[in-house]
C-alpha cells in the first residue's frame, strides 16, 4: 500500500512538472536582457516596462477584463436558471435530452463552435467586435456553469423545501432563502470557471472578433506571428499571475462558504 501511494505520489509529481516546466521556461526568459530565448544574458525587467508602457496592449487588456466579467455574470445567472429549470424537469427522459443539449458545446471542438457563430453573426448582422465576441463568450460559458450548480442541486435534500413550505414560505421564498443559499459554491464555482474560459479562450474569438476590437489571446497569437519577442513572455507570465490570483481567491471563497455552511448545521 505504501508503495502504491509513493509511486502515486512520484506520478503526480512527474505530471506537474511537465505541465509547469514550460510555464516556468517562459516567465526565466521573459528577464532576459539578451532578448531571445537560447542565451540568458542577464536580468533586466525592460521587457515588461514595455508591456506596461504599451497604451495598444491596456486597450487590448480593459476589452479582455470586461468581457469576462460581462460574459461570467451574464451565464451565471442564465446558468442557474437553466440547472434549476433541468432539476426541476419531472420526466427523466427530457432531463437526460436536456443534459445532452447542455453539454454539446462543451465537447464541440472550439473551431466548430467559432465557425458556427461566425456564419449566425454574418447571417443575421451582427458586426464583428465586442458584441459578437461578448455574445459568444457567454454561450460556450453557460453550459459550465449548468455542469457546476446541478451537482449542488442533486446533492440538496428535498427535506430542506419540504419543512420551508410547512414553515409557510411561498415559491420565492423558498428559492431565494433555501435553494440559491445551498448552491452558493456551485455558482461561485460557475462563474470563475466561467471567468477563466472567458480570460483564456482563443479560438472561438478569434473566429468572432472584428477589426478595431482585440482581446489578449488573440493579441498575443498575432504578435508571435510578427517573430520572437520577449515582451510576449513578460505578458504571458502576467496573465498567469492574474490566473493565480483568481485560483487563491476562489479557494478562499470556497473556503469560508464551506465554513458558513458547517457553522449552519451546528445552529
Known amino acids: 500500500m505504501r508503495s502504491n501511494q509513493k509511486w502515486g505520489k512520484v506520478y503526480l509529481a512527474v505530471v506537474f512538472v511537465i505541465l509547469y516546466m514550460p510555464i516556468v521556461y517562459l516567465i526565466y526568459y521573459s528577464f532576459n536582457s539578451?532578448?531571445?530565448?537560447?542565451?540568458?544574458?542577464?536580468?533586466?525587467?525592460?521587457?515588461?516596462?514595455?508591456?506596461?508602457?504599451?497604451?495598444?496592449?491596456?486597450?487590448?487588456?480593459?476589452?479582455?477584463?470586461?468581457?469576462?466579467?460581462?460574459?461570467?455574470?451574464?451565464?451565471?445567472?442564465?446558468?442557474?436558471?437553466g440547472a434549476l429549470a433541468i432539476y426541476y424537469v419531472k420526466s427523466w427522459r427530457m432531463k437526460q435530452i436536456l443534459l445532452m443539449l447542455n453539454n454539446v458545446l462543451i465537447v464541440s471542438p472550439d473551431v466548430i463552435i467559432g465557425a458556427s457563430f461566425l456564419i449566425l453573426f454574418t447571417m443575421i448582422g451582427i458586426q464583428l467586435g465586442f458584441t459578437s465576441v461578448l455574445l459568444s463568450h457567454i454561450a460556450f460559458s453557460v453550459p459550465i456553469v449548468v455542469l457546476m450548480v446541478l451537482p449542488k442541486l442533486q446533492e440538496m435534500s428535498s427535506t430542506l423545501i419540504d419543512a420551508a413550505r410547512d414553515l409557510g414560505a411561498n415559491q420565492w421564498d423558498v428559492l431565494t432563502k433555501v435553494v440559491l443559499p445551498y448552491i452558493t459554491p456551485g455558482i461561485f464555482a460557475g462563474f470563475f470557471m466561467a471567468l477563466t474560459y472567458s480570460l483564456d479562450d482563443f479560438a472561438v474569438t478569434f473566429f468572432v472578433t472584428g477589426n478595431g476590437f482585440s482581446t489578449l489571446s488573440v493579441e498575443i497569437y498575432s504578435r508571435a506571428r510578427q517573430g520572437i519577442s520577449l515582451s510576449i513572455n513578460a505578458l504571458s507570465a502576467l496573465l498567469f499571475l492574474l490566473t493565480i490570483a483568481l485560483v487563491i481567491g476562489y479557494y478562499f471563497i470556497s473556503q469560508k462558504s464551506a465554513v458558513s455552511g458547517m457553522g449552519g448545521r451546528r445552529r
Do not use: P, Q
Open 34 to 81: 539578451g532578448g531571445t530565448m537560447h542565451d540568458f544574458e542577464g536580468v533586466t525587467l525592460d521587457w515588461y516596462k514595455e508591456v506596461l508602457h504599451d497604451t495598444r496592449l491596456w486597450i487590448i487588456v480593459l476589452n479582455t477584463i470586461t468581457i469576462a466579467l460581462l460574459s461570467s455574470a451574464i451565464s451565471t445567472i442564465l446558468g442557474v436558471l
